[in-house]
């Protein structure tokens, strides 16, 4: 009886998590408080799906390692060499609540549907590091209006300067965004005489994959402390804030579809143009879902005069904004007025 009631429970309790693995690293980061999170299990070590994973994981961590504070959840797939095709993915959905002292003490599920481009990352503080905090915000400065000039971050009231070194495009992407501009169409060195000798070169190194809803969200060098020179600023040009209406309809949320370029407002031409690209301009607009307008209602709203702006819209409805979706070049299309889009939302 004793051996079956043992039995019973042994298959009826299920445990809140997964068998411990032994060990957790970071691997590909510019110190050993940032990389690719790998996991050992059985001898091995293996990777973790970022299924689920979030600050509080990165935070259990960045414990673990004896690193400092969670500074963001990079993606592990931007951390170099990348992960062999024959290591595995071990774990899955990871759920720490913040407060364990390691990785093992957190729900997990084993790893069962995910691939080496699902690879977790972690931003910890090193430190090793004299001087890591996180910027408090974003700037650019000495150009034509907020959306160009030089790059420049803020910590404690003082204004630092940013390195070109390994800046690229991506990181110029998240900028634009957090800075709440257009796309990002230019990123350059650019000298800046009047900084120098004033204010000091604040970072270098950044890694962005080009989502990150901050910059302060990609991992960097070290921070306070730089190699380069003002010679070095880094120059950053982004489009002018993307906005969108409904015109023409007796509501906000129905009407011909006009985007704003360039501090003018024009049409969007209906080439290609189907469910998905009005589910994303109802979402951006904040208004319910798209009612799926027929042909005539469509054309109920009249032609519009003036530009052309947007033609071959593609988006794949996931998107939050209209400009995030593929489109050609502003202004470049083969469309009359006869074929604006018009958009018909349930809000």
Same mark, same amino acid.
């Given at each position: 009886m004793a051996l079956l009631f043992s039995l019973i429970l042994a298959i009826c309790t299920r445990p809140a998590f997964l068998a411990s693995p032994s060990g957790v690293r970071l691997v590909g980061g510019l110190h050993r408080c940032e990389g690719r999170v790998e996991v050992k /299990?059985? =001898? /091995?070590? &293996? $990777? #973790?799906c970022d299924d689920g994973w979030d600050i509080k994981d990165v935070a259990v961590v960045c414990q673990e390692l004896g690193c400092g504070a969670a500074n963001g959840t990079p993606s592990g797939i931007l951390y170099e060499p990348p992960a062999e095709n024959e290591q595995k993915v071990f774990i899955q959905e990871v759920g720490c $609540? &913040? $407060?364990?002292? $390691?990785?093992? /003490?957190c729900e997990q599920e084993e790893a069962y549907n995910c691939?080496?481009?699902e690879d977790a990352g972690a931003l910890c503080e090193n430190p090793e590091s004299p001087f890591s905090p996180v910027p408090e915000n974003v700037r650019l400065a000495d150009g034509p209006g907020h959306c160009k000039g030089r790059v420049e971050v803020k910590h404690q009231n003082q204004w630092y300067s940013v390195c070109q070194t390994a800046w690229s495009l991506r990181a110029a992407k998240v900028v634009c965004r957090q800075l709440g501009c257009g796309r990002a169409v230019l990123t350059q060195k650019r000298c800046n005489k009047p900084a120098q000798g004033q204010r000091s070169m604040w970072l270098s190194q950044m890694s962005c994959s080009g989502r990150e809803a901050t910059l302060q969200d990609c991992p960097s060098g070290s921070w306070g402390k730089s190699t380069c020179i003002h010679d070095e600023d880094t120059w950053v040009e982004c489009e002018d804030p993307f906005d969108l209406r409904l015109v023409g309809g007796d509501k906000l949320c129905s009407g011909r579809l006009e985007v704003l370029?360039? =501090?003018?407002? &024009?049409? #969007?031409?209906d080439d290609n143009w189907g469910e998905k690209e009005d589910q994303v301009v109802c979402k951006q607009l904040g208004c319910g879902k798209s009612l799926s307008p027929s042909f005539k209602d469509r054309k109920s709203y009249g032609? =519009?005069? &003036?530009?052309i702006w947007l033609d071959d819209v593609h988006c794949s409805g996931e998107e939050q904004s209209l400009e995030q979706c593929q489109h050609r070049f502003w202004g470049y299309h083969d469309c009359t007025h006869q074929e604006d889009v018009a958009v018909i939302c349930s809000g």
């Open positions: /299990q059985n =001898g /091995q070590w &293996g $990777t #973790v $609540t &913040g $407060t364990e002292d $390691t990785l093992a /003490q691939l080496h481009n370029h360039k =501090g003018v407002w &024009g049409s #969007v031409c032609p =519009g005069v &003036g530009r």
